[in-house]
Structures are given as structure tokens and as C-alpha cells.
């Protein structure tokens, strides 16, 4: 139990270090970019964010991707935890799923 809940404290907090450090990149329009969630590995070494973009999905994806190590250092300031961990920036595609789905479901009732 104690466990699961410094797991998650340490989720929520690498998820608004994260978004913190979006700040601090350069041409880097923080209104395109949305994290939507992180998933950290129980080992806490490894971290998928899971991340929307409003335009040029592309170009932003690369960005991000190059400018790991740097996002790494500026969320190390406030790391309080032993292991830092490695971070995977990844398009979320629930949202567009779930409409889809929705969509399909409404044309089955119809």
C-alpha cells in the first residue's frame, strides 16, 4: 500500500516537473502541448509520456524527443528520489480512438 502511493506521488510529480520544463525549451510554443499522462515503470527507471499536440504533431514529436536529456536536467532540480528516470515522449491516441469509437457505436444504434 505504501508503495502504490509513493509510486504515484512520484507520477504526479514527474508529470508537473515535465510540464514545468516545457518552459524552459526554446521555440517550444507550450500552448500546442498537452501531457496527458505518464506511466513510470514500477522500478522507477523508465517513463512513457504520453503527450497531444494541436498542430505540426511532427516537427513537436522530434523536439521533444532531442531535447530529452535537457527536460531530464531541469526535472532532476526537483527530483527528491534516488533514480531519475529515462523519458519517452509518445503521441496519445485515446482520445481520436475513443471518438472513432463513439462514432461507430452511434452509426450501429442509428
Given amino acids: 500500500m505504501t ?3 509513493n509510486h504515484a506521488r512520484k507520477t504526479s510529480l514527474l508529470l ?12 517550444f510554443n507550450v500552448t500546442n502541448v ?10 522507477g527507471s523508465y517513463a512513457k509520456v ?10 513537436y514529436l ?11 536536467s531541469v526535472v532532476a532540480r526537483n527530483w527528491n528520489y534516488k533514480k531519475l528516470p529515462e523519458l519517452e515522449f509518445i503521441i496519445d ?18
Avoid at 51 to 56: E, G, I, L, P
Wanted: proline share 3%; aromatic share 10%.
Fill in 3 to 5: 508503495n502504490d502511493i
Fill in 16 to 27: 508537473k516537473l515535465i510540464g514545468d520544463s516545457f518552459y524552459e525549451l526554446q521555440d
Fill in 34 to 43: 498537452a501531457i496527458n499522462d505518464v506511466t513510470l515503470t514500477l522500478d
Fill in 50 to 59: 504520453y503527450v497531444t499536440f494541436f498542430k505540426d504533431k511532427a516537427r
Fill in 62 to 72: 522530434e523536439k521533444l524527443q532531442k531535447m530529452s536529456p535537457f527536460i531530464r
Fill in 93 to 110: 491516441t485515446v482520445e481520436p480512438e475513443a471518438s472513432r469509437i463513439e462514432k461507430i457505436l452511434k452509426d450501429i444504434k442509428d
